[in-house]
């Protein structure tokens, strides 16, 4: 019955439909023969255009579904980062709508630099970005999307404040997505193309991810904090242990976890490679959404729960991997270095550094982001640093406090928690993302540095040259607590659970554990009004959207071409070696600036790379020898209309859903990539820029492949006239330089609509074309 799920209007945007996703899961649960269901499996099929189309070949078997079958989705809504929104939007306008089909909002987060403190850093970043700022409001007044400014927050702290609801699916265009997952929804990062699909209201779509589930069982105490239960996981799972996963919580332990905890866990689900993480409804997301102004929903929320069983997995669900965690025996675990999956309890951490030669100092001292930016969070961390002010102790390093949202920041404020921080040396930043991704103009390191230097820090992320530009910065991922209390001894060897710090008064001091409130006492304040955008936007299509063809920032896009119909014919432009991930395909730091500029950024392709055959960065050479920076290669071959490949190692594309990586190898001619495993965003990026994404079957083929070989498609035509069959094989003939030639068996995973995207040359183009037939 609908009216058990009425809500106010100003409410119903950001409510899930209930009523319709109840009905379409009791279509499936009709379909698999009342099989129990995971939670992962509810939420993510009751959004399925069509469950009897969808599962049509799943003769009743959820093992013939998972990891099988392509669903068409219809995500709630969408969220987009200014980074990652400006071409997601660029892409959007090509498609001549005059709205959104689902509520979307923008966030201005990534493009603030973190130096001095927020008032500074905001003016000059808003200075600096005034016209992709000044782009992205006037398409959000334009197609009605809520445009947040620079300094409300950071995407996932806002999206969890204000949108993210149990039963809830959504998409954003940005990796860490999932953290709603912490308030019980399906939120999974994609690209802009994928976000498109969404704001056009054409069926997205989404192999179905198989389910891990882990038990929580036991409850946390002392030092342990949520961040460890997401650092042990991803020692255990490492970066592709996820892959193709939802993970889904379950287990009394989830009992006793905050909401905005249980956001931590989803966040870095990422690091692991996961389509997104998820938690059943609790208490804790009752009481969170009652504290975010959202009380006029929970009735609704509690009786898709309690009448329908709609939050939480069915008696005897199964998982398809098992893994449990005693939440009482947790450890406090540090990650890291330039990995997030190399995972180290504490009381081995100044063992590790001894033996693997890490610096004996802790250089700077960093909480906050998307990961850890709670008034938990910021509460425990503050009961760490009053023992601290309390003994006379001052910190030793840099310590920086990045608010996730102005609601965090003003009501940390008014507790008097920004001011413990400011007077013991911190320096609070603006709301956003700052330092975590490579805006933290630091001062106190040279970028050119060659000597290693150690941080810490309570983010999500690690890769080289990640947050403070400098490749050799060894980022360490831990809780806030454990970062905070690293910053009084700034010594790589210290342990907060067991050693203690030498007082000026020659007494030892020893840290209690952190203490802190789930929840302000007070309730939430909101903070600086102007922060705030219309709940409801209407869109106002006489709005103009003016992009200047000077601009250096942002360019108006030209579609790519169709296939020609021919099998492909490519040289290799560049064999890779090792770990690729999104930052070494399409770095960030500096080059975020060109964001809404595919030639500009394109500079940037794959510039982090390994060349295999030379173990040089950022090298590669053409056919006669000539040696060339890879995009400067990629160019000259563009030139000359000299179609290329890229061949690379597992795991290609990991890390954030940078489409970017996907849209400048295209733009720069690319037209495969040929890879020993890929990481899933970004395969799903590279088809819907309309590249032929290929993995080997037999992986010691690499070995046989050599930069300059022509690579020959034998049965593309085949494979696009069986509409790719959701995958299958493809063989390539290799011609060496001495015209020797083998054919190589690889692997492909499209589906129909991906082969649409293929023959259309892109996904753009093809939802174009359905939209002006
Ligand atoms: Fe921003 Fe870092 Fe999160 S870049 S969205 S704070 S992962």
Redesign the pocket.
Known sequence: RASEFAVPEAYQSRTPPYAKLIQNLNTVKKIVDNKPLTLAEKILYSHLVSPEESLASSNGQLSNIRGEVYLKLNPDRVAM?DASAQMALLQFMTCGMPSTAVPASIHC??LIVGKDGANDDLEKSIATNKEVFDFLQSCGEKYGIQFWGPGSG???QIVLENFSVPGLMMLGT???TPNAGGLGAIAIGVGGADAVDALTGTPWELKAPKVLGVKLTGQLSGWSSPKDVITKLAGILTVRGGTGYIVEYFGEGVQTLSCTGMATIC?MGAEIGATTSTFPYTEAHKRYLIQTGREPITKAVDAANNQHNFLRADEGAQYDKLIEINLSELEPHVNGPFTPDLSTPISLFGKTTKEEGWPEKVSAGLIG???NSSYQDMSRAVSIIQQAEKAGLKPKIPFFV?PGSEQIRATIERDGLIDTFERNGAIVLAN???P??GQWDRVDVDKQSTDSNAIFTS???NFRARNDGNRNTMNFLTSPDMVTAMIYSGDMHFNPLKDSIKLDNGEEFRFQPPTGEELPNSGFIKGREEFYPEAQPQPKPDVEVNVSPESDRLQLLDPFKPWSGDELSTNVLLKVEGKCTTDHISAAGAWLKYKGHLENISYNTLIGAVNKETGEVNKAYDLNGDQYSIPELMIKWKEEQRPWIVVAEHNYGEG?AREHAALSPRFLGGSVILVKSFARIHETNLKKQGMLPLTFAEESDYDKISAGDLITTQNLRDMIAQDGNNGGTLTVKVTKKDGSTFDVLCKHTMSKDQVEFFKAGSAINHIGNLKRA
């Open positions: 980062q987060d990534h950071i995407i996932h940005d990796s860490h966040n982001s998307c990961t990045t956003a993302c700052g975590c991704i983010f999500n992320r954030s």
